[in-house]
């Protein structure tokens, strides 16, 4: 660990690499390409794809692969070993035609009806954007995917393609602001992991863990995260060395985790990345995810990435932190000493404002699972509800100018807490609002609605989008306004008039808010069912068809893939438990009540009192019975249900109903008697 910076990136093939190890020209040539957007030639690309071989190899590789992102949510590879046959042995070659395109199955991934089962074809297509990297003996080349007939069947090719409508449109602007220098905007962003870690022994004995990711059944424990004693608490030596692998593993990949600690919930922890492109944060994200996995089974513990592994204590979420960068280094969210005068931040500001508003709904839907539906709302995490919280200073200043007053800015002010060998330092203007959907927080965004197992790439890809369709109107306007300076003001201004009903600094948790959320006319859909189905409304086909981000058939393909894949993963969840009841659960309870039941028995023929174990072996069998009889009718509304709002309407309230008896029934059973691990021992079996 001494030598950080010399094993980071130590399995990338970066910049500094291709300057190494390329000639001077093609490494020229490459970067040439890469700045003006243009293909690769076939020559360029075996001289590239040479010298990669090459250094994979030297590195330990004896494979590579094609890692893409379909629209599992999770990556794909399938790998080729570099040999090729010659005479009675063999070489190691890798062309530059399989450098740039693969041909994987497109039939086995969800294409949401863009593919047929006999329709197989599909293809990879090699993004230079990100570098390549060797994961364990493979060298992973981060491609695009995409259909036989041309249609995106994964997240980066959208990604990408919404990233360059925003360099687009926000280059108009800036070019109306005289900056000649700049090139290139590029979306950028900083992600928030958050996991549990349980013994891994003991998420074996959970068929529920198994096959979900979250435990279906579970009583409340003694304690949970009422002492708020686990946040920021001293690491557990066994956490803390999965956190000092994961932390070597991710920075030999190029990945920059920066900031770990214990979350809220017990067992519940964070990671935090510095920020990079949203294409290559999104790429990292990923790679973060599969690693936590793989690591922590190396120190025998589980990573439970789903939103809601456990009832009673908080969930995990993934926080999206998002701004724009230029290529000269300047963020174009930074508000500068004084914002008020800063003409180019408050249009950019402004143009986020009027998107989040126009597009709320499709920021709702980007955030839309099974697994977030249990977090949204739940006083844990934001509502399902858009909003905007940007602070007292910037919604005084933005007060100001739709009102045309003048703006008295309030002296940044000095911490002092009172002791007086502590050094001073200035106070934020703006406190965190971490009730927030969508929060300023300085220089950035913070999108707080993400669930952890999400990919990235959909929030930001409406975001990208969306931001990207505002400033295209702006540089409409302001591009054939004879006064310039005349025009921003007043498109500032009647922004702020037209969009305000967005931006909200107060405490999204209570009633009150949701009350005048919809006096004001926001969205609100409550259920991942329910806003899935607005994801192919005609605003949000037209708004991804003006910028050439998703055809209609590619956004009817998600609708399908994603509903579809909330039916399943309601089916699966409910088949579980209907499995661990009928298995497990009620022979547990009717074996327990059995025994009682003799007990009684054996005390009345002695003249021994019994009411104790009689009242208990009454309550048993009754819920027993109870629990039989919500089996049966959780069966019956699986038979019944066939679409996502169906799962909704029908499944989720049976499961709940079983759940709840079942959650009864377990305090009142011995635990060696229950067949599973309850959730005192899992929210608390890493203790060393």
């Not at 980066?156 to 687009?168: G, I, R």
């Not at 724009?324 to 404002?353: H, K, R, W, Y």
């Amino acid at each position: 660990m001494n030598k950080m910076p010399d094993i980071f990136g130590s399995r990338v093939f970066n910049d500094s690499v291709m300057q190494n190890r390329l000639p001077h020209e093609t490494y020229k040539a490459f970067k040439r390409t890469l700045a003006a957007g243009q293909s690769l030639t076939r020559e360029l690309a075996d001289i590239i794809a040479s010298a990669m071989k090459d250094w994979a190899v030297e590195q330990g590789a004896t494979h590579y692969t094609h890692w893409f992102q379909p629209m599992t949510g999770i990556t794909a590879e399938k790998h080729e070993a570099f040999i090729h046959p010659q005479g009675d042995g063999v070489v190691m070659e890798f062309s530059g035609k399989e450098l740039i395109s693969g041909e994987p199955d497109a039939s086995s991934f969800p294409s949401g009806g863009l593919r047929a089962t006999f329709e197989a074809r599909g293809y990879t297509a090699w993004d230079p954007t990100s570098y390549a990297f060797i994961k364990d003996k493979t060298l992973c080349i981060p491609t695009a995917f995409c259909a036989y007939t041309g249609e995106a069947l994964d997240k980066k090719t959208p990604l990408l393609k919404s990233m360059e409508a925003l360099n687009v449109q926000a280059l108009r602007i800036l070019r109306l602001f005289g900056k000649s220098d700049v090139h290139r905007v590029t979306a950028t962003v900083g992600s928030e992991q958050e996991y549990f870690l349980i013994d891994q022994e003991m998420f074996r004995r959970r068929p529920d863990l198994i096959y979900t990711g979250r435990t279906l059944f579970g009583a409340r424990p003694p304690k949970g995260q009422d002492l708020d004693d686990h946040y920021s608490g001293v690491l557990k030596p066994r956490v803390a060395a999965f956190m000092r692998e994961l932390d070597e593993e991710l920075w030999k990949l190029g990945v920059p985790a920066k900031t770990e600690h214990n979350e809220t919930a017990p067992s519940q922890h964070e990671l935090a990345s510095v920020y990079a492109s949203a294409n290559v944060t999104t790429d990292h994200n990923q790679l973060i995810m599969e690693l936590m996995k793989k690591i922590a089974a190396r120190h025998g513990m589980a990573c439970l990435l789903h939103e809601k592994p456990f009832e009673w204590v908080n969930g995990s979420g993934k926080h999206n932190n998002w701004s724009m960068a230029t290529d000269t280094g300047i963020n174009l969210l930074e508000s500068g000493a004084s914002p008020i005068d800063n003409a180019q931040f408050l249009l950019f500001l402004c143009a986020v404002i009027q998107a989040v508003d126009l597009y709320q709904g499709l920021l709702r839907i980007s955030t839309a699972s099974a697994g977030n539906d249990h977090r949204l709302g739940g006083y844990e995490a934001p509502p399902a509800i858009m909003s905007m919280s940007l602070g007292e200073e910037l919604t005084a200043i933005l007060s100001a100018l739709e009102s045309e007053l003048t703006y008295n800015s309030v002296p940044r002010m000095e911490m002092n807490i009172g002791v007086n060998c502590m050094p001073r330092f200035p106070r934020d203007t703006a406190d965190r609002n971490r009730t927030s959907p969508f929060a300023f927080t300085g220089n950035k965004f913070e999108l707080r609605m993400l669930g952890s197992s999400f990919s990235v790439a959909g929030p930001n890809i409406v975001l990208n989008t969306a931001v990207a369709d505002v400033l295209k109107d702006f540089a409409d306007e302001l591009e054939k306004a004879k006064n310039f300076t005349g025009a921003l003001n007043t498109l500032i201004r009647e922004t702020i008039r037209a969009h305000k009903r967005i931006i909200f600094n107060g405490n999204n948790y209570t009633e009150e808010w949701t009350r005048e959320a919809e006096s004001r006319g926001l969205i609100n859909w409550p259920s991942s069912a329910e806003a899935l189905s607005h994801m192919n409304d005609e605003a949000y086909v037209a708004l991804f068809e003006r910028h050439k981000v998703f055809t209609r058939a590619e956004l009817n393909s998600r609708q399908e893939t994603y509903l579809g894949h909330y039916a399943k993963v309601m089916n699966i969840e409910a088949l579980t438990m209907l499995d661990m009841v009928h298995r497990d659960i009620l022979p547990a309870i009717l074996t327990y009540s059995a025994k009682l039941a003799g007990d009684v028995h054996v005390k009345r023929e002695i003249g021994v009192k019994s009411s104790v174990e009689s009242a208990l072996c009454e309550k048993l069998s009754d819920l027993a019975e109870r629990i039989d009889v919500a089996a049966s009718r959780l069966r019956e509304a699986l038979s019944d249900a066939r679409t996502a709002a169906e799962y909704r309407a029908r499944v989720w309230p049976a499961m709940q109903t079983l759940r709840d008896l079942v959650d009864c029934a377990e305090p009142l059973i011995p635990t060696k008697l229950w067949p599973y691990p309850n959730y005192g021992s899992l929210l608390f079996s890493v203790s060393e």
